[in-house]
């Protein structure tokens, strides 16, 4: 036993020897892994336990005798791990604000800290500072210091903006947790965000005292692009520019998800990189008309210098989101790179700027947009650092097998982009896009070589009124973009529906990537077996039975017609998320439709089978009374009952009471039948901060 265990200690050494120069890009691995433990662990006695075990990994490691590079890396990835969840716990902690328990209608006094306008919504949502708030009765209610309130864009008043003083009547609820286990956990967001509440404003909204100006230069700047370019081009614009995605329509917006282009509306490493390298290229070409100076200074240096500020400024000007913090770090990095005659792009430039981020925002880790931006970028860059892409798509002395080759080299990279993006768009989104890679073929270059330089010089030209031509052509550059993305959104198989997947799938898929694309050595394809098992877990993955909201009045029920709508008039945001979650790209049809369920105005019944076996639910479909007598009588003849109101002791099913009781215990659920599973939203003893009660929201004494 101690000659295998020699040999493979021997052999395991010589690998990690000859990776040597990879190790330092598994720094953020490290770091994420930590943070994302602390996400997943779920109270405080197992974050400690996780720190223990990590730190006796790490001490371990440190003592062993003979240990050599393999065991110091044990000990990095130990003590890397002890930082990551540190990081996250103490950012967690540091954020803390009070949230709002249960909903509350108020008339609040506040003042505004930020107004986003939702052109394409007919909606503005205001970030507010409640300094006033009582209830219907006129007895003071303790709100949350900070509150999101969405307006209606004909509700809202002149003199609305940051510093106004403003006093309105709003039904304000608790940050939403996920609709149902998989689901997008709004809940965690604004607790990082520090929002304690949000909520629908009503009319009339009384100014108390005006803003010193409406808008700031984001949304001043925004506004003027959508009016002077128009139409659905107007809203891409906005976003190019600003990052402000608000006057984008739903369609629109849809049909960039569906043909893999909605990268291109947020702003991230394709947009830091078009104004720096338009930036540096004005720069460098006006300075070089001045012989002296050209003479005399290094205009790379300078062109630099200026791609740097409007690489920081065009970061704040468009609200410093993940992939823009990301993008403009990896830029000045570059920059200085360049400056001193290094390589430029490697990966470890994309390891220190994923290190940079989640030092200050780990939070960001969980997020879709760090992934898609993070995995994207390392996808390229491993790619193109491999031997067999400069052997086949490197510069050729022929122009016409150059531009072949250039073209090729694309392709091939826009499909391994895909491939990369795939399983985060399927955990996150639920979608796969089928054609992404070629329809960006186009539209990267068009985006980057025509829209984008077009947009600038108008906006450098408006302020002397001669960006007219501009703002046309810039239009008709961006209406071909938008046609593009209508016609590939609306071709057979544009996208794939996926059910939720398992986080285990989904971490196998992540896990094979990062070892294919960071390692060099042949060790490396250990990752595609990975890759696969991840991949193809979550494809296969079977989409739940039923699924219940967490407040118990929405609920998605399978028949034999497929998933059906408990509710009809549920709101779109619900249709849409609830078939998105079965896997359904089709809109979910009305329960009371089906011929398998008998539906009232306030409950219906309806049965499938399952296992072998039939299985009986009911469920309440009106905020109107049911007899309790009535109630208790339909619980014992049913396997599963629903409702959105607590039901008596005595309503007793043969083996699922979904009440309300129940459902403030665990959120939303998802059941399947076959065999007989529950996954809840809520796990008992969950000790992470957004899932703590909170005493705000009840009447001061």
């Not at 700027?353 to 996808?379: H, K, N, W």
Request: glycine share 12%; with cysteine; aromatic share 6%.
């Amino acid at each position: 036993m101690s000659l295998y265990w020699r040999t493979g200690r021997d052999r395991a050494e010589r690998w990690a020897e000859a990776e040597r120069t990879q190790i330092p890009l598994w720094t953020p691995v490290g770091l994420g892994l930590g943070i994302a433990a602390w996400f997943m662990l779920p109270d405080a006695r197992a974050w400690t336990a996780f720190l223990c075990l990590s730190a006796a990994m790490a001490v371990t490691a440190a003592t062993v005798t003979d240990g050599g590079r393999l065991a110091r890396m044990v000990g990095g990835l130990a003590l890397l791990l002890m930082a990551g969840l540190s990081l996250a716990w103490l950012r967690a902690e540091s954020v803390a604000l009070p949230v709002l328990v249960r909903p509350v209608v108020a008339d609040v006094a506040g003042r505004v800290e930020g107004v986003d306008r939702l052109a394409a919504r007919r909606m503005v949502r205001v970030r507010l500072r409640p300094l006033a708030a009582r209830d219907g009765r006129g007895r003071a209610v303790v709100l949350p210091p900070r509150i999101r309130i969405s307006l209606a864009d004909t509700d809202v008043p002149g003199g609305l903006g940051p510093g106004a003083l403003i006093r309105l009547r709003a039904r304000l609820m608790p940050p939403a947790g996920p609709i149902a286990p998989g689901g997008y956990d709004f809940a965690r967001a604004a607790w990082f965000q520090g929002i304690g509440a949000t909520g629908r404003g009503f009319a009339p909204v009384t100014v108390l005292r005006a803003a010193d100006r409406s808008d700031g230069l984001r949304q001043r700047l925004s506004r003027r692009i959508s009016e002077r370019v128009g139409g659905g081009a107007g809203g891409i614009a906005a976003a190019l520019a600003t990052g402000d995605v608000g006057a984008i329509g739903q369609a629109d917006a849809e049909a960039m998800r569906r043909a893999g282009l909605a990268h291109l509306l947020s702003v991230s490493g394709l947009h830091i990189t078009a104004v720096v390298g338009i930036v540096m290229t004005m720069t460098i070409r006006l300075l070089a008309l001045w012989p002296w100076l050209a003479l005399r200074a290094r205009l790379p240096l300078v062109g630099a210098l200026a791609g740097a500020l409007a690489a920081l400024g065009y970061t704040v000007l468009t609200g410093a989101e993940v992939p823009t913090i990301r993008s403009c770090v990896a830029a000045m990095l570059v920059l200085v790179a360049l400056a001193m005659g290094r390589q430029a792009v490697t990966l470890r430039l994309v390891a220190a700027g994923a290190v940079l981020v989640l030092l200050f925002r780990p939070e960001a880790l969980m997020g879709a947009s760090f992934q898609l931006s993070f995995a994207a970028i390392t996808a390229i860059i491993a790619l193109h650092e491999h031997p067999a892409m400069r052997r086949w798509f490197g510069p050729h002395p022929d122009w016409r097998w150059s531009a072949l080759r250039s073209g090729g080299g694309l392709l091939v990279t826009g499909l391994v982009v895909e491939a990369a993006l795939m399983p985060i768009a399927i955990h996150h989104f639920h979608k796969a896009g089928l054609y992404g890679a070629f329809v960006n073929i186009v539209a990267i270059p068009w985006t980057t070589f025509v829209a984008m330089p077009i947009e600038i010089l108008a906006l450098l030209l408006e302020p002397l009124g001669l960006a007219g031509p501009f703002w046309r052509l810039l239009g008709w550059a961006l209406g071909l973009l938008l046609s593009l993305a209508h016609h590939v959104a609306g071709l057979p198989g544009s996208a794939m529906a996926v059910p939720v997947s398992s986080d285990r799938a989904f971490g196998l898929a992540i896990a094979g990537g990062l070892w294919l694309a960071l390692w060099r050595t042949r060790g490396r394809w250990l990752g595609v077996p990975l890759i696969l098992l991840g991949v193809g877990g979550m494809l296969v993955a079977r989409a739940p039975d039923m699924i219940v909201t967490g407040d118990g009045r929405h609920a998605a029920i399978r028949t034999d017609a497929g998933m059906a709508l408990l509710r009809e008039r549920a709101g779109d945001y619900m249709r849409t998320t609830l078939a998105e979650m079965s896997g359904l790209q089709a809109d979910l049809a009305a329960l009371s439709d089906q011929p398998v369920a008998r539906c009232g105005a306030d409950v219906c019944l309806t049965r499938m089978t399952m296992g072998g076996r039939s299985w009986r639910i009911a469920a309440t479909r009106s905020g109107y009374t049911v007899p309790w007598r009535s109630l208790v009588a339909l619980c014992g003849t049913v396997d599963v009952m629903i409702a959105d109101r607590r039901l008596p002791d005595a309503c007793q099913p043969y083996w699922l009471k979904l009440d309300a009781a129940t459902l403030r215990k665990t959120g939303g659920v998802s059941v399947w039948f076959d065999p007989a599973r529950v996954e809840t939203v809520n796990s008992p003893g969950d000790g992470h901060p957004w899932r703590r009660p909170s005493a705000e929201g009840r009447p001061s004494r």
